[in-house]
């Protein structure tokens, strides 16, 4: 879905569609139908909730939030060949379907590669999203490493 580069990438299909196409995109691949497929550099990162209450405990979390972003497991991808810091898409996995809290892959993404899209990535695991891919918004990749080639 467009050349690496090439800057964003459009939505295929409004939020609301997006948990039906996922499912039946599932239904597909697991009954062997052919799926576009783009390859990907993966980060993904978990950050955990706060459990301290208190005037210190809002404190504390909003100094780490600052730092470090949004509580919850999240997956970047970027499209090999891409030079760019910000990730093409962003998602909420599954954290039982991550090989570890925090690491990077080289990996394939099966079907649409694009914001809101249906996908499913293979990294030697499948990771499924539990919520539509997005584009990277606000504080989301604050405490996200570059990955390089």
């Not at 993904?44 to 208190?54: A, F, L, R, V």
Request: aromatic share 10%; hydrophobic share 35%.
């Amino acid at each position: 879905m467009g050349e690496a580069g090439a800057g964003p990438i459009p939505p295929v299909r409004p939020p609301s569609q997006w948990a039906e196409a996922q499912r039946e995109l599932i239904l597909r691949y697991a009954n062997g139908a052919t799926l576009p497929s783009t390859k990907v550099r993966v980060r993904w990162w978990t950050t955990p909730e706060m459990s301290m209450g208190g005037w210190l405990g809002v404190l504390f979390y909003l100094a780490r939030r600052a730092r470090r972003g949004p509580a919850g497991s999240f997956v970047a991808l970027w499209r090999q060949g891409t030079e760019t810091a910000e990730p093409d898409l962003v998602f909420r996995p599954d954290p039982r379907e991550l090989p570890s809290l925090d690491g990077c892959a080289r990996g394939t993404v099966h079907g649409e590669y694009a914001p809101n899209g249906a996908l499913l990535l293979d990294i030697g695991s499948r990771i499924r999203p539990t919520y539509n891919p997005q584009q990277p918004y606000g504080d989301l990749t604050r405490g996200l490493r570059p990955y390089g080639d």
